[in-house]
């Protein structure tokens, strides 16, 4: 065979199989895991029996707490975190109170204020027996409830017997994101102002949407079906992704078409 004619010909199927695979960006939700930091100071081991470490997995949610503290905010107090996270859709925090006693209930204590690139902030109240509850849930004259389905336990275990034992868990509050801006920051508050409830935050994860190039159909009145197309042999020299392998997209469809013919 001539090799300038091979070569001309393979030229050609490459820009037809051009024609056919085009591609259209998509995305999908994924965890990125927030360290707190040198803001956390409580050892988990001091209030909990067994709590979870490392890369935790807890409602459905990867959760970084491999430095074994939380961050307890007092009276007054806050804590902020800063990064990039490109059209998220949701911020999720283990999220409890302590010395939550009854006098608090459905009282708003604090507010968890998401900040985006654009300046804009999406802020949402703490309600104490809404979506913030007492951590150990055994203690007595506490608000151990939750009515907010955005909340909800994602770990139950004991409290340590220096903490008065009992039930103790953690609660995981979902914040949901438009998915349309770029999260640069989170800010959790304790905006109470009388008594000892403090807010504990033993972990936090956001989820930014990850880019993800899918084949589209790119040819004519989206003719990528046609019986031409189907049985194109181009697929063989088209570019590939390094390390992929090029398969044929209409095997199915040929096979068949190959089957429909055959004669006895």
């Known amino acids: 065979m001539n090799a300038a004619i091979f070569t001309k010909s393979a030229k050609g199927l490459i820009v037809a199989s051009g024609l056919i695979a085009a591609s259209s960006v998509m995305g999908y939700a994924q965890d990125a895991p ?26 459905g949610h990867t959760f970084d707490l491999s430095g074994g503290n939380l961050i307890a905010l007092a009276n007054g107090q ?24 009854s006098w608090y209930d459905q009282s708003v204590v604090g507010t968890v204020t998401v900040t985006f690139s654009d300046g804009t902030t999406q802020s949402t109240d703490l309600m104490v027996g809404g979506n913030l509850r007492e951590w150990r849930t055994g203690a007595g004259f506490t608000v151990n409830t939750l009515t907010d389905p955005a909340a909800s336990t994602v770990w139950t275990g004991t409290a340590q017997t220096s903490m008065g034992g009992g039930t103790a868990v953690l609660d995981m509050l979902t914040i949901s994101l438009a998915g349309t801006k770029t999260v640069t920051g989170l800010t959790l508050a304790n905006t109470n102002s009388w008594g000892g409830l403090q807010i504990n935050l033993a972990g936090l994860t956001i989820d930014p949407v990850i880019p993800v190039t899918t084949p589209t159909c790119n040819r004519p009145g989206s003719s990528c079906n046609t019986p031409a197309a189907q049985n194109s042999q181009a697929w063989k020299w ?27």
Do not use: C, E, I, R
């Open 34 to 59: 927030v360290a707190l930091g040198a803001q956390a100071t409580v050892p988990l081991s001091s209030m909990y029996v067994s709590a979870p470490t490392g890369s935790a997995s807890l409602g």
């Open 238 to 264: 088209q570019p590939t992704v390094p390390g992929a392998v090029n398969t044929n997209p209409h095997a199915q469809n040929a096979d068949a078409a190959t089957k429909a013919h055959t004669t006895h």
């Open 78 to 101: 806050s804590a902020s975190f800063a990064g990039s996270w490109a059209n998220a859709t949701g911020a999720y925090l283990l999220l409890n109170s302590a010395n939550t006693y």
